[in-house]
Antibody, heavy 120, light 111 residues
């Protein structure tokens, strides 16, 4: 059974940093592109970042986070990461990790999400 | 970049049919597949349609998807509506910069 389990969310002050993790199980993690998608309270889904290739050689970011967020993966630990720096109030959201079945942005499995709150 | 535009909300009675539209602003990624996700309150999104018109296993055939290339739009149709179909529905595709794009979401009410 495919499972994605996010962690690392919490309350952080504006300008602060946080690192999210997503532990995958039930499939060969290194064979799949992985993504982060977020959802602000009461709002819609917003794609954040993707990492493709077994070595993470292709990485893409939404304009809203480029230069502040860094996506990475550790295939030996079956774990996806999102390092978030210079956090802003508008980054407050539930952050989901999602598996991309074919590397064409079809998100076939999602985690349960982890809440990030940026507030003073 | 492009945008996917959905109606904010739709409502229909149980047993009826509803169609949710997703209109793509013009750009060269018009041939990229469209997915549809259902999100019930407090839950993560799940796929109801992928690659324009394909249903994942376990999704009832009451759900169908289509694309009209002439109008750059996709549609999700749900027939035989049930109260359990209530939730938010999002269309999604990606652009020429390899950025995924979601529509703003449509709240479906079955009353």
């Amino acid at each position: 059974e495919v499972q994605l389990l996010e962690s690392g969310g919490g309350l952080v002050q504006p300008g602060g940093s946080l690192r999210l993790s997503c532990v995958a199980s039930g499939f060969t993690f290194s064979s799949y592109a992985m993504n982060w998608v977020r959802q602000a309270p009461g709002k819609g889904l917003e794609w954040v970042s993707s990492i493709t290739g077994p070595h993470g050689d292709r990485i893409y970011y939404a304009d809203s986070v480029r230069g502040r967020f860094t996506i990475s993966r550790d295939n030996s630990k079956n774990t996806l990461y999102l390092q978030m720096n210079s956090l802003r109030a508008e980054d407050t959201a539930i952050y989901y990790c999602a598996r991309d079945l074919w590397g064409l942005y079809y998100f076939d499995y999602w985690g349960q999400g982890t809440l990030v709150t940026v507030s003073s | 970049n492009f945008m996917l535009t959905q109606p904010h909300s739709v409502s229909e009675s149980p047993g009826k049919t509803v169609t949710i539209s997703c209109t793509r602003s013009s750009d060269s990624s018009a041939s990229n597949y469209v997915q549809w996700y259902q999100q019930r309150p407090g839950s993560s999104p799940t796929t109801v349609i992928y690659e324009n018109d394909q249903r994942p296993s376990g999704v009832p055939d009451r759900f169908s998807g289509s694309v009209d290339s002439s109008s750059s739009s996709a549609s999700l149709t749900i027939s035989g509506l049930k109260t359990e179909d209530e939730g938010d529905y999002y269309c999604q595709s990606y652009d020429t910069n390899n950025h995924a794009v979601f529509g703003g979401g449509t709240k479906l009410t079955v009353l």
